[in-house]
């Protein structure tokens, strides 16, 4: 499966933004999803995750409330939306994509996802 993230841009703090992952070459239907995002010198963290059956979704605590993940399985999408963004949120956003997952079951951890898009760039100015 290949992902290409989009949306990305320059906004200015307590902004709003929409991240869409779109997955092409195999259906999304039975894969875990999830967004991370890597800040420069630091390591790449998870931010959210959605299980592929339901509406099981997870979140960083830093995002908790602000951000909302969601998909379309029928569309092959993954969004992100972001809201009262704030200066720390400025990072490469990546959607990853994980096969076989039950289907009620979110996975956090990088080292779990098999499929990764290119990211994009969200910077937040105060």
């Known amino acids: 499966v290949q992902l290409q993230a989009s949306g990305g841009g320059l906004v200015q703090a307590g902004d709003s933004l929409k991240l869409s992952c779109a997955a092409s070459g195999r259906t999304l239907g039975s894969y875990g999803m999830g967004w991370f995002r890597q800040a420069p010198g630091k390591e790449r963290e998870f931010v959210a995750a959605?299980?592929?059956?339901?509406?099981?979704?997870q979140y960083a605590d830093s995002v908790k409330g602000r951000f909302t993940i969601s998909r379309d399985n029928a569309k092959n999408t993954v969004d992100l939306q972001m809201n009262s963004l704030k200066r720390e949120d400025t990072a490469v956003y990546y959607c990853a994509a994980k096969l076989r997952v039950p289907p009620y079951e979110v996975k956090v951890k990088t080292t779990e996802y098999e499929y990764w898009g290119q990211g994009t760039l969200v910077t937040v100015s105060s």
């Open positions: 959605h299980s592929w059956s339901g509406s099981i979704a």
